[in-house]
């Protein structure tokens, strides 16, 4: 039985990942964002453990962290949690770019940098959930698109950085998938959401879970997951 610290488990793709741990008898710490988040995440999982952290605020995670019971080891640190905000880059604001970079981007280096002693105890594995757009960049997603970008180089960094400590690191690239922030950026984008033209969060659980489940001694570095034509 593996220990999991998982973000964004309270809808969509984390919450598919923290439910198909769940079942498989593992031990789940979740991050929630303030106490009240805390208490839905631990009735939604029972016998989940959570962590009170607001990715949005990096630069106090170290302090909330500081007062919690942490786990001693940690097998998988998975980023799932995410915003988008979009937007042409001659029309957003700083704060629009700040928060976004936040929670996408700083708050997972410094969750990573908080536990990274618990990863090497364990040899564990760190999977940010990416995006398409941390890949490739188009018109209206310019903040987005930079937050991942960041994200896949903060991964690749990561990893070469831990590798000699038995850390794995995988990146996984979904495309749209259905979930609560893909109908999010269907309102923004002023178009019909229809869930079922777009992946699965199951599918997107699956490779990851299919990346946690490989042997020791080798690595899944980047896997890319996208809607079947």
Known sequence: MGTHVITGAGSGIGAEIAERLRERGEELWLLARD????????????????????????????????????????????????????GKVGELA????????????????????LLLPQIRLAHGHVVFVNSGAGL???????????SKHGLKALADS??????GAGVRVTSVYPGRTAT??????????GREYDPARWI????????????????????ITDLRVRPSA
């Open 136 to 146: 490739n960049a188009n018109a209206d997603w310019g903040a987005y698109a930079a």
């Open 158 to 163: 990561l990893r070469a950085e831990e590798g």
């Open 35 to 86: 106490a009240g988040r805390a208490r839905e995440l631990a009735e939604r999982f029972p016998g989940a453990r959570t962590l009170v952290g607001d990715l949005a605020e990096p630069d106090r995670l170290s302090w909330a962290l500081s007062h919690q019971e942490l786990p001693e080891r940690v097998d998988s640190l998975l980023h799932v949690a995410g915003v988008v905000d979009l």
């Open 200 to 219: 699965p969060p199951s599918a997107v659980a699956t490779a990851v879970l299919t990346a946690l489940d490989l042997p020791a001694g080798s690595e």
């Open 94 to 113: 700083p704060k629009v770019w700040n928060a976004t970079l936040a929670v996408n981007l700083v708050g997972p280096a410094e969750l990573t940098r």
């Open 180 to 189: 609560p922030m893909q109908a999010k950026v269907h309102r923004q984008e």
